[in-house]
């Protein structure tokens, strides 16, 4: 017998409308939660699968978190949409994913692009400042995960770059909320598509109401960096990406972890806050979609085999079940990181927790999977396809040209670029191999014509194996790492190439150097590319780069392009000369 919701001609609201009363309170709560499940050599949250959530909690939203082939991410999900079928219901599992098209590899926040396209970081397209670039690269980034069953992508991040020790600028389109705002609309009507639902990728738009002015630049999945301060007032400035997302369509938001200090809100965590989600996201800007917290607010969990607090910030005196009854009654529909779906069925049976508010969430969850055409013919994917769509050489092939669009250049004080002929060329960072193909290799600086340093902002390593891949705290070199790097800066001209994944603090080596460019994900050949004239570089600085750590630890975490006398003003970038 086929009922009014597995029939695909009728609308969304009246498929909801039918399939809700038919779930179990059960089948209802499971809903409200989103884990992580691993592939590869990434190990499932305490040993649990998507299988077992299925089962046993009637989980139905997954994290995917690890690398994998297109073909074995196809085949996990075409596995869990099995049993997921073959359940009473036949309720379709939805797979997130955080970024994977780049550089980064943070379990924390993306993931090496592996079998995907390879593009620069969000900080690139920035830098290019092209929102029909932004637009193509999103719509890449669809068809993708599209091709192996990721239908809900864990960003863009909108948050702007107005704290430049914040580990996680990578992610962001800069410090400018204009820019943001204009490439973030383009970046959401990518993963749109032209087409309806079914044909797209629903993007969770984060971090509500705009991460970034960190107090000292600490990131709030730890506790010293739990504060969120705007002395400078600009609380609105940066809520400004996030308004035009919701106005562009927006269906799925994800409050950060932090707590707003000083402002008009209650100092707790936005993901248990009232006034920002109920106030703030639902009253003022009018947003009915699914608000998902930031992972791990309820349970203290281990995170790489290590134990972290729950980021309860401002209600860590709360025991889970009352985070558990604040989040809802702040606005939340769904717990991301977490699987205590039987808590929440507690809180209902002793009658804590209203089943009425279930319904209201579980409602939208269900919405977005109808949208989705997850019920319909998108419950499954084609392995075989999946492998010749994923890393297809035409999506490789623009993703390298935007590598070499984003580079930068910051100053050729020496007039050595573009480099021509084939230099004796002395290279630290960058692979022997790539370079036979542009210059004769030397094996020091004293054979060399020229030189090429690979540099990246530099950070302060912190302790324990999940907290290392934050690179926070400063962002100048250490006095022996800057002795080396003058040395060779001084015995042959070089060019020095930096990854700018935060605002790097160089002044002794700008001055020293023949030339410098900024990267933001630039593999090799594409770096030679650029250096050697066949492409030329097409960036500006998505933000200032600071003169000294004194000016940035003075500077007010909120405020953007704060600095009258910067090293680097936003919107730097010089051009090759044309002949």
Known sequence: MTHPYQDPGRGTAERVADLLPRMTLEDKAGLLFHQVIGIGELPAPAGRTGENMLSESRMTHFNLLGSGTAREIALLHNDLQKQAEESELGIPVTLSTDPRHSFTDNPGTAMLSGSFSQWPETLGLAAIGDADLVRRHAGTVRREYLAVGLRVALHPQLDLATEPRWARI?????????????????????????????????????????????????????????????????????????????????????????????????????????????????????????????????????????????????????????????ALEAGVDQFGGESCAGLMVELVRTGRLAESRIDGSAARLLAEKFRLGLFDDRRYVDPDAAEEIVGHADFRA?????????????????????????????????????????????????????????????????????????????????????????????????VVVIHLERPAVIPEIAGRCSALVASYGTDDRALLDVLFGRSAPEGTLPFQLPRSMSEVERGRPDVPKESLDPLFPFGHGLRYPTS
């Open 398 to 494: 623009d993703g390298r040209d935007a590598q070499r669009r984003s580079l930068t250049l910051l100053h050729d004080r020496g007039g050595i670029l573009p480099m021509s002929g084939r230099p004796r060329l002395y290279v630290h960072g960058i692979a022997a191999e790539a370079v036979a193909e542009y210059a004769e290799l030397v094996a020091t600086p004293d054979e060399a014509d020229l030189a090429v340093l690979r540099l990246s902002t530099p950070y302060e390593p912190r302790p324990g194996r999940f907290e290392s891949f934050f690179h926070a705290g400063r962002l100048d070199f250490g006095p022996e790492r800057l002795k080396e790097i003058l040395t060779l800066l001084d015995a042959v001209p070089t």
């Open 170 to 326: 990578s992610g962001t389109f800069g410090e400018d909320a204009d820019l943001s705002t204009r490439l973030g609309i383009a970046y959401l009507e990518g993963l749109r598509g032209p087409g309806d639902g079914k044909d797209s990728v629903s993007a969770m738009v984060k971090h509500f109401p705009g991460g970034g002015p960190q107090a000292d630049g600490e990131d709030p999945h730890f506790p010293y960096g739990k504060e969120q301060i705007y002395p400078g007032g600009f609380f609105d400035y940066h809520l400004r990406p996030f308004r035009a997302a919701i106005a562009a369509g927006a269906t799925q938001i994800m409050p950060y972890y932090g707590k707003p200090m000083g402002t008009v809100y209650e100092e707790v965590a936005f993901g248990f806050n009232k006034g920002i989600i109920t106030g703030l996201l639902r009253e003022e800007l009018g947003f009915d979609g699914i608000v998902c917290t930031d992972w791990g607010l309820l349970t203290d969990q281990l995170v790489m085999g290590e134990p972290h607090q729950a980021r309860a910030w401002g209600v860590e005196d709360l025991d889970p079940a009352r985070r558990m009854l604040l």
